[in-house]
């Protein structure tokens, strides 16, 4: 990936993943273009229909005959996430400032001008919003969404309460710059981070009740949040140098286990001098656990020789973000 410049003489793109949102689209239509128009911005809006199997795609076709030039659409042939969702919509938006939001009306397009302003005037890269005062189900959403955020703010270092709210505004340049994919969309502004783009603010947000249809993620997304948030923490710490854990870790096992080894011999040996009774190595526990200590601090290491080994052919490892040149 490079650094891409965006040219198009646009204020804002709005890019809305959808799945079976049927019903909402049109108010949700008349309300951004409403807010759209009383700010004098010129503007896209982009549906990104992630394989819904309602009528989502025929509210979309209309809506861009009625307005060709404002309303976009993608369709996806089947179910790929909101994080595949977001990044092909990402890729075609054309506006100054990346606004995301969801489709279900939960999101308030009202929200947008500060998002805009926070974005054009405060300079900063990525503004996340935070529903501060939710109107989603108290146990299965409200609380482990806070257990969820403490983790996510420790781990990232990113000191935001809401990370995975839909509703976002982004400069053009981070979109094009951070890569989307399996269920990331819950990480975004730790992608950015790491990425380099570390000017992310935070913004108190209407939230509203969802009006039709159903959430689209169940309990599941808690257990999948915290191991995708493992992955991106390795990822980030030692995704370029894999030997740098693996080669430590397994370093370390073996030392002990070659340690342990020499220790139980030596005591079997100081045994036999004194003509002690003592036990056979091979039903020595001892001796066993550290032989399993040594061969596994082999195969570590030879984990961190083989990541090693992936990195030098992968494509992508000479790519850099560049934000300057002269
Ligand atoms: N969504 C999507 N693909 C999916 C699941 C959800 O595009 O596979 C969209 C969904 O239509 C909505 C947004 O992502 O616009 C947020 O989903 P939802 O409202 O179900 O999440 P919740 O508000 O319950 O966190
Ligand atoms: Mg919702």
Redesign the pocket.
Known sequence: MCAVKNSANMDISVV??????AESLPSLYQWLVRVMNENGYTYEILF?D?GSTDSSWEVIENLHSQSPDSVHGIRFRR?Y??SA?LYSGFQKALGDVVITM???L?DSPDEIPELFRMITEDGFDLVSGWKKKRY?NRLTKNLPSKLFNATARRVTGIPLHDMNC?LKAYRNEVVKNIEVFSEMHRYIPYLAKNAGFTRIGEKVVQHRK?EFGV???GVSRFVNGYLDLMTLWFLNRFGKQPMHFFGMVGSLMFIIGFVAVVVVAAMKLHALANGVKAMLLGTNPYFHIAILMMILGCMLFLAGFLGELIIRNSQSRNDYLISKTL
Do not use: H, M, T
């Open positions: 809305i993943p959808l799945y079976n949102e990104v992630d179910n996430g909101k969702a969801d489709a279900d939960q989603d839909g969802r959430s689209k993620f």
